[in-house]
């Protein structure tokens, strides 16, 4: 988080800092938790689902099945 003005600022000089310690940690925290099998994953499927939808109904106008294949998150 940036703040271009401090003095003009919601916040405080010492809020500032004190808020922008707050996201760093919030940040750090939220990486601990994230399983990031478990995001590729999801992102794997969305992915097919959205490339389906996207070629399926021009495939099928010329006979033609859209398959997707996708390797495995590394965990």
Not at 6 to 12: A, D, G, K, V
Not at 43 to 66: F, G, H, L, P
């Amino acid at each position: 988080m940036r703040f271009f003005d401090e003095e003009s600022s919601l916040f405080n000089g010492n809020e500032v800092s004190d808020t922008a310690d707050a996201l760093k940690d919030a940040k750090t925290q939220s990486e601990k938790k994230l399983n990031k099998g478990d995001l590729l994953k999801n992102a794997n499927e969305q992915a097919k689902t959205v490339i389906e939808k996207m070629y399926s109904s021009i495939a099928e106008m010329d006979s033609y099945t859209v398959n997707i294949h996708t390797t495995e998150p590394k965990k």
